[in-house]
């Protein structure tokens, strides 16, 4: 396949960057995954296959063109400067070369006298000012000023590590945000997420089990055969969210906002999903195809039986 029709099926044109084919495949592949066609459906089944190995090569092929691009852009910028460099040194004379490394070695070494002969005269002056201080003040005055500089040195020291251990208590709600994209396999029970951006996210087969995720931002997320059981959803934005086959029993979303996900084939049994925003008026706008809400309480109010 060649880079045009790479970019033509991405959707994308030739001056596109690393960001936006990620983007697109990631808006395709949620598109084609055969995981979202009914099994039966063979001939559909095979269509969205084939049409997802074709949009991982033109992501790939794409990928390789953009980074050959930068790699080549950054080898002409260096051979640029080189050859600047180069044509700098050739335009001076060697009369003029010779009369720069001069002067130049000259100021080096008026430098160095002139650094010497300051730390000379500074170490006598701080000798005689220090002496002249020792007579005039008490013996019992003298150990003070070192008193007070080890009192702020230690303050110093802990304010540094009160700022460090705050910093790290900021960061461990980031990390654990960031380890569901490094660890594919993690077990994730318990996790505090509330209020984490996980938009966009490819979270498919994680164990979320109990995990906090109230208010939590999952618009678009790929959440395939997802582990939910008694998580917190409460405020959720699962806006557009593929929810296939989840488990979701006894989780709790309470005012989430479930317009456009996909949830077929999940287990909402036992799921209090109070309040939650499914539609607009009478139309409900979420796909619940196999759906279990046995005992699930439901966004009325009622007990699904």
Known sequence: MQIEQCYKLLGLTSNATLEDINKAYKALALQWHPD???RENVQQQLQAQERL???????????????LNASTQSKQTSQTNQNSNQN????????DRSYQQQTNQQTKQQAKYQSKYQNAYQSTYHQNTYQAKQQAEPASERYRPHQSQSYQTYQSSQSSYQSYDRSRSKSASSQSAQSSDRSPNSDLTGADFRGANLREKYLEGRNLSYANLSNADLADAFLHRVNLQGANLQGANLFRANLFQANLQNADLRGANLIGADLSGSNLSGANLSGAKVGFGEKIMVKLTNVNFQGATMPNGSIYS
């Open 53 to 67: 190995k074709e949009i991982n090569h033109a992501r790939d092929s794409l990928r390789k063109a953009a980074e």
């Open 36 to 38: 979202r066609i009914p």
């Open 88 to 95: 700098s040194n050739q335009s001076s004379t060697p009369r």
